[in-house]
T-cell receptor
Framework: DTGVSQNPRHKITKRGQNVTFRCDPI?????LYWYRQTLGQGPEFLTY????????KSRLLSDRFSAERPKGSFSTLEIQRTEQGDSAMYLC?????????????FGDGTRLSIL | GQQLNQSPQSMFIQEGEDVSMNCTSS?????WLWYKQDPGEGPVLLIA?????ELTSNGRLTAQFGITRKDSFLNISASIPSDVGIYFC???????????FGQGTRLTINP
């Protein structure tokens, strides 16, 4: 079990630029989640996938955000035309399918800083 | 929307002391989870609770799922320096996948 892997760990970009983050879930975990965490707060849910299907999106996920999981393995989160308010830690988590709520295991996140 | 109120927001204790923190909600949850987060890292799962009244231990950590399903608490016994960090509770409704997190409890230990 290699854990959830996220790349890059840090991203610094100018306002207005596009950024893309990648998440590799734990092997054989069918469910993949994206959360956003700002300083001093707990993570907030953005979206989740079951295999390649995106099944839920939060109202936090504006039109500038798009997430994909094309082959049901890794996922990407893209932010277009970044704004100052997008500065945050973006966390990915994964869990297996199961009869009851399976606990989600998190990666170490991508910290995004908008200049 | 669903919100979790976690208290205390911060704790300053001496090494060896026991710690207690709790999480309350106005909504019912079917799963409660406790995570620990160190600076620059992601949350690490400590304990998962699935049944009202359930009491579960993981080493020096003990967590309980409240009878009303609207609260949970976490105890740490005989604290050690590596317990320093931010502890988050998270709730999950049956059949829903998103986790709702509390604001965290920051634990600082004086050696």
């Amino acid at each position: 079990d290699t854990g959830v892997s996220q790349n890059p760990r840090h991203k610094i970009t100018k306002r207005g630029q596009n950024v893309t983050f990648r998440c590799d879930p734990i092997s054989e975990h069918n469910r993949l989640y994206w959360y956003r965490q700002t300083l001093g707060q707990g993570p907030e849910f953005l979206t989740y996938f079951q295999n390649e299907a995106q099944l839920e999106k939060s109202r936090l996920l504006s039109d500038r955000f798009s997430a994909e999981r094309p082959k049901g393995s890794f996922s990407t989160l893209e932010i277009q035309r970044t704004e100052q308010g997008d500065s945050a830690m973006y966390l990915c988590a994964s869990s297996p399918l199961g009869g009851i709520n399976q606990p989600q295991h998190f990666g170490d996140g991508t910290r995004l800083s908008i200049l | 929307g669903q919100q979790l109120n976690q208290s205390p927001q911060s704790m300053f204790i001496q090494e060896g002391e026991d710690v207690s923190m709790n999480c309350t909600s106005s909504s019912i949850f079917n799963t409660w989870l406790w995570y620990k987060q160190d600076p620059g890292e992601g949350p690490v799962l400590l304990i998962a609770l699935y049944k009202a009244g359930e009491l579960t231990s993981n080493g020096r950590l003990t967590a309980q799922f409240g009878i009303t399903r609207k609260d949970s608490f976490l105890n740490i016994s005989a604290s050690i320096p590596s317990d320093v960090g931010i502890y988050f509770c998270a709730g999950q409704v049956q059949g829903a996948q998103k986790l709702v997190f509390g604001q965290g409890t920051r634990l600082t230990i004086n050696p």
